[in-house]
């Protein structure tokens, strides 16, 4: 069964990274040796730095 990946932008190096399957906003993600947290508007994951 196919389904459709969800995917961020690292904010620091700009790659693209897959996100796993059932993923939601305020999550945390670790890339580039950082932490962010998945947020969720307009449709689409971002990642951002925590606060």
Same mark, same amino acid.
């Given at each position: 069964?196919? =389904?459709?990946?969800?995917?961020?932008? *690292?904010?620091? *190096?700009?790659?693209?990274?897959?996100?796993?399957?059932?993923? =939601?906003?305020?999550? =945390?993600?670790?890339? *580039?040796? =950082?932490?962010?947290?998945?947020?969720?508007?307009?449709?689409?994951?971002?990642?951002?730095?925590?606060?």
């Amino acid at each position: 069964m196919a =389904r459709i990946a969800e995917i961020v932008s *690292c904010p620091v *190096c700009r790659k693209t990274i897959v996100l796993p399957e059932g993923v =939601r906003a305020g999550e =945390r993600i670790s890339h *580039c040796g =950082r932490q962010f947290v998945l947020t969720y508007e307009f449709g689409a994951f971002a990642a951002e730095a925590p606060k």
